[in-house]
């Protein structure tokens, strides 16, 4: 068996073969391609759009035209549902008290929409299957939330405070969604957060 | 290509295949791996010593020779570090407003150890994989652990309190021991005991 990915084609030798392809029908999914094989090889903070645009055999501009920033590049490439900054600034927003209820509640939301839940339990598998999809998805997600949220609430110790929030929300997601262990599974949403929302409350400002 | 697993050797039509092999020398392991495909294809409930015995092709009296119970089956071939009914007992004897403390203890102290890291990271990353493998231990571990557990607590909703204190702990072992987000990954244990007990106390009897 020939992979036909890796075996040339008929014309493979007729010419040259272009150093930087213009733009073509796919070019920004290959872009995203080359962003997760990058992200996973360098992690976030190493990864420049440079080093996506040689991967992807194109100009650094051609990434620039399709994708304001690294980080909008991560979001999309590693198929996050929705912005986490958006989330992070619509859960800061408000009473600094409920802040653990807007937070269960806007968790929640994302994962119980059908596209949501495909594609977090994917991230959630592939993070655990893959060091170098968990360090890229680690350093991404420290640097366009955790830091940012635990810059915001101005509270001692906030890193670990915002980081001990993450096992709570990971956990859940775990329960109800991968491992599927009752009650949690079948739990109303309105239960789930009346009783998650005390306890994030606590690891933010308790 | 062939599969040796699936294609005759050659001496297979020289005699009769026995049924029932007596104890060989390694008996207790090839029941283990019995065991292990058995709680997998059938989940934990539907699994008996007696199903375990035929895949293994021995005697049932033979498994109760190396096995006391099905439980002990269970705890053996899904190598759980530790018996979770001791750890449940330990911690329910004790004061009940430090029941929170008592586990985050327990939990960390069997994470902590190389022996039971290493087993228990290996547990995680089946469960993450296979379906399967989520089955058996979100059956077994329910039925060894979390209703005795809900039983002895003996508040209302015990059994999702029981199961909230499962997010809170799993979401723990993801993110010190698989995802490594900082600064989760190096705070001092008292630390993380400290930050955990009022939560998971809370998740009991709050």
Not at 124 to 129: E, F, G, K
């Amino acid at each position: 068996m020939t992979d036909p990915r890796t075996t040339p084609g008929p014309h493979a030798t007729e010419g040259p073969r272009p150093g930087r392809r213009p733009g073509g029908p796919d070019t920004r999914g290959e872009i995203l391609d080359a962003a997760r094989k990058t992200f996973a090889d360098k992690g976030f903070t190493a990864t420049s759009i440079r080093a996506v645009a040689r991967e992807a055999g194109v100009d650094a501009a051609l990434v620039h035209h399709y994708f304001d920033s690294k980080d909008s590049l991560f979001i999309e490439s590693m198929a996050l549902p929705v912005d986490p900054r958006q989330i992070a600034a619509a859960v800061l927003d408000g009473p600094r008290d409920e802040i653990g209820r807007r937070l269960a509640t806007a968790f929640l939301e994302v994962w119980e929409s059908a596209d949501g839940q495909q594609r977090m339990r994917a991230i959630l598998r592939s993070v655990v299957a893959s060091d170098e999809v968990a360090r890229a998805m680690r350093e991404g997600i420290t640097q366009l939330v955790l830091q940012p949220v635990s810059k915001a609430l101005d509270v001692p110790d906030a890193e670990l405070r915002v980081s001990l929030v993450a096992t709570q929300l990971i956990g859940l997601a775990m329960v109800r969604y991968l491992i599927e262990l009752e009650p949690v599974v079948s739990a109303d949403l309105q239960i789930l957060v009346d009783r998650l929302a005390p306890v994030l409350q606590h690891h933010l400002t308790g």
